[in-house]
Every structure is written in C-alpha cells, then in structure tokens.
C-alpha cells in the first residue's frame, strides 16, 4: 500500500510540473500528508504499524503493559476518535475566480481534492461577497452565518476558501496591522481609548446574553481544566459584570476540610 502511495504521489507531482507544458510552484500540504499517512496505517499490520504510529507521533510500542499503554492504545486506535479524525479530509471548499482556470486544473482539483469553482462578478465587489456569503451558509459547524461582514479593501482575482479557514484564522492575511483603536468601557463606566491586540487565535465564543458578555474558554496543559475570558457587551461594564457571575470552586484543604467560594 505504502509502495502504491508514493507511486501516486510522483505522477501526481510531474503532473503538476508539467502542467499544459508549462513548469509551474506547488506546494503538498503537510496536513494532507498526515492524513495520507493515518489512512495507510489502517491497512498495515505489526511490526510496520508500529513504526508509522511512532512517526504519526501515537507510538506505544515501547511501552510495557501498564495504564498508560492501555491509555495511548485507546487514544490512538479507538475507532470513534478514527471516525472524528477521518472526517478532517472531507471538508467543503470552493475557490472564486473571475478569470478562466484551465481545465485541467479544474477537473483535476473537482475529481480528486472536492474543490468547487465558482464564478464571481469581476467589478461588483457586492456581488462579489454576496455570492460569497452564500457559498458560506452551505457550510457545517461553522459559528457564524457570513464570511464577509466588512469590505476587504482589495482586488479580489482568486479567492481559495476552505472551510478550515471560515472557521478559524482565514482574516490573518487582511489584517496587517498589530494593533487597532478601540474604546472599552472601564470599572468607573469611562470609556477609555486603548490599543487592542490583533488576534492571533480564533475560537469559538459563547455570547451570554443574560451575563451580557462573550466568553471564550481555552483548554490549558492539564487536562479537563480551562481558562475564562470574558468580555463585557458595549452596553455593560465590568463592575456590573463582576457583580452578576457567581463561579463556585471547591478548595480541597485537606481531609474532611473541603470549602466552596463564590
């Protein structure tokens, strides 16, 4: 199976290479290649199954019988973690053009990646995110309704979307600059001018509407603990934000000596 992945994978590269007689810059996505990898593992067996676990960073084969092999064994083969992780190689994308792609290249990228084409207005920058938008609601899972929400500023040519990218860090590129002017109501309820970090991670936010504030959870190093940023709407503040959460935390202080704070 390994022999036949690399024989696919060398025609598909001179494929790319000489592309209607023309030498042109690819590049192979590393995810792709793990997931290429993932499946190949599931058609081998041991000793080889060991090796390409410990390269796909899952090896346990070092390890005597014990909690953590059992641990790993689970983590690494069990088959609903599989079927999560299998799913990673069937998301939508979709690339907006306003010049004619070559053929090749579209029945190519269609057959064997799922890529969409679609044509956009080449002037109509409103047509252009509508149509955009649209393609975006067709999307699963993903925590917001358009993709567009503010003019890019920008000639749009070629556009490749991938629903990774609408889910997490697409805007990374638009935004060049570290900083931007915000207001931000302070615990005196002034609103007070402050440079706002651009960010750097996006994840998903639960948007509290009694609590009146936007909260984002960040899993930490230790497992089953978080860490809670939460920030205010623009019409609430941080004192009346305080004085609405009730977190309780148990405090282990010894034997028979457990107190709960609120």
């Keep these: 199976m390994a022999d036949r992945a690399n024989d696919l994978t060398l025609k598909l590269a001179k494929f790319l290479m000489e592309a209607d007689g023309y030498p042109i810059t690819f590049s192979i996505s590393g995810f792709i290649a793990y997931v290429t990898l993932s499946i190949i593992t599931k058609g081998l067996r041991s000793p080889a199954k060991d090796r390409f676990l410990d390269l796909l960073n899952c090896s346990y084969s070092h390890l005597e019988e014990s909690h953590e092999r059992s641990f790993l064994e689970f983590k ?129 936010y639960y948007d509290d509407q009694e609590l009146m504030a936007t909260i984002v959870f960040i899993p930490l190093e230790q497992d089953d603990m978080y860490a809670a940023v939460v920030l205010p709407h623009s019409t609430n503040n941080i004192m009346d934000l305080l004085r609405n959460m009730n977190v309780s935390l148990t405090l282990d202080l010894g034997p028979k000596s457990e107190i709960m704070v609120s």
């Excluded at 992780?85 to 994308?93: C, I, P």
């Excluded at 999307?139 to 990218?165: A, G, K, R």
Aim: include cysteine; charge should be negative; hydrophobic fraction near 35%.
């Design 76 to 204: 690494c083969l069990n088959s609903n973690e599989m079927i999560d992780f299998e799913k990673a190689g069937r998301v939508k994308s979709a690339i907006f053009h306003t010049k004619t792609p070559y053929e090749t290249f579209k029945q190519m990228a269609f057959e064997h990646a799922g890529i969409e084409f679609q044509i956009v207005h080449d002037t109509n920058y409103a047509l252009q995110y509508h149509l955009i938008n649209e393609w975006g609601k067709t999307l699963e899972d993903v925590p917001f309704t358009n993709i567009f929400i503010e003019s890019m500023d920008e000639e749009l040519s070629l556009l490749i979307f991938n629903e990774y990218f609408v889910r997490f860090q697409w805007k990374s590129p638009f935004n060049p600059k570290t900083t931007k002017d915000q207001y931000f109501k302070n615990i005196y309820d002034q609103d007070v001018r402050v440079d706002m970090m651009r960010r750097i991670m996006y994840s998903r």
